[in-house]
């Protein structure tokens, strides 16, 4: 986030990654100003993005919601309730995130499944793994929220 004079009595802050830049212009025509609404709006930063999981996982469904991924800045998001198509070894891809979504070094988070608590990593390669193995049927509630930096 950068701060900086724009004109006689204007500032600007200018929020954004390498990626994509946002900047509120503030004016001093009396009262105050809420600049919440401008930085919390969809604009700042990306909107979801669906991604369409492989390795025999599929969407769950049922109104729960759907794999997608988040970025703000170097925070990302990644969401979704995965059901298992059929046998899946344990260490299997479900996914390979974008460059701009992978962490610098291996990540490593605790996720609810149908099997009960599994450890998912997400290498430095963008590869999503949960570290057990599933039968048909059984589902990953996958939340997790990290900074791309090491």
């Not at 996982?57 to 794999?67: E, K, L, M, V």
Request: hydrophobic share 40%.
């Amino acid at each position: 986030m950068y701060l900086w004079h724009v004109a006689d009595n204007e500032m600007a802050i200018g929020v954004g990654d390498d990626y994509a830049w946002r900047t509120l212009v503030l004016q001093p025509y009396g009262g105050t100003v809420d600049v919440r609404a401008y930085l919390l709006a969809s604009s700042v930063g990306y909107d979801w993005s669906s991604l369409t999981p492989g390795g025999g996982w599929n969407n769950y469904g049922s109104g729960n919601a759907t794999f997608g991924v988040k970025r703000f800045g170097n925070l990302v998001s990644i969401k979704g309730v995965l059901s298992a198509s059929g046998t899946i070894a344990s260490d299997t891809s479900i996914y390979t995130l974008a460059s701009e979504y992978r962490p610098a070094t291996i990540r490593q988070f605790i996720c609810y499944g149908s099997p009960g608590a599994v450890r998912v990593l997400i290498a430095s390669d963008g590869t999503i793994r949960p570290q057990a193995a599933f039968s048909s049927g059984n589902y990953l509630s996958v939340e997790i929220t990290y900074f791309t930096g090491g």
